[in-house]
């Protein structure tokens, strides 16, 4: 178990690097996304861990990156859409206020702090190993993992949910599990399910977002009518999906 988390966050630094490599030079367009991807990866590898040596320092410099990026990949999916919909000059602009971006996310200093403290990382899950702390790791990660299951549960049963906490806690869920496959409990169709839902939420959180964004950047507003719809539809959507999700891994809980 312990050799596998450590070859695990060596993955996850060599992937880190890679992103930031491709984010100085600017090489494609996913690159910001795949260093946001791998940020959250790390944090559902590390939230079990929560109590050893050096988690909290790594925990709270995944989340400095994360706090950094999450407006720039925003008007980056933005620039997207609207280019998609030829709404061109609009998408040209957000365009253009990302292109210094790239390369100060690259070497602005959370990133650094975070690549810093993640090299010396399996350093410390070794040190702790040799000192005994790491004792029932295993019964400790699948506890987290069932809370977080049971957690997001609870919160579906709920019939004032709130799709924003759904959307989060089903990405919890799911990166939770890709993070330890060999403790994965659940229901064979929660996967799939957990990845519809989690698509048609961030749908209708696009839509709520820009739809929120509207309300300050002019050139947006033509834009309006088609996001209420799409919106009205996303959310019609996610209820459908989350019904499935709740029959197919929950009736029985």
Known sequence: MIDRLVARILGLEVRLLACQARLNAHTDSEALHDLRTTVRRLRSLLRPLRGLPGVEQLESAASAVGTLTTPLRDREVLAAYLEQHGKTEAAQRRRAQMAGAYPAVADSPELTQLLMILDAFPRFIRAAQREGLLGGLRQRIEKRLDKQWK???????????????????IKRVRYAIEAYPELDRLPKAAMPRLK????????????????????EETDLRP????WQTTMEKAEAKSDRVLDKLIASCFEKS
């Open 223 to 226: 834009c309006v009518p088609v």
């Open 151 to 169: 957690k997001l549960g609870k919160a579906l049963r709920d019939p004032a949910h709130d799709r924003h906490r759904l959307r989060l806690l």
């Open 196 to 215: 519809s839902a989690q698509g048609a939420l961030g749908d209708w959180h696009d839509c709520w977002q820009w739809l929120a964004r509207a309300e």
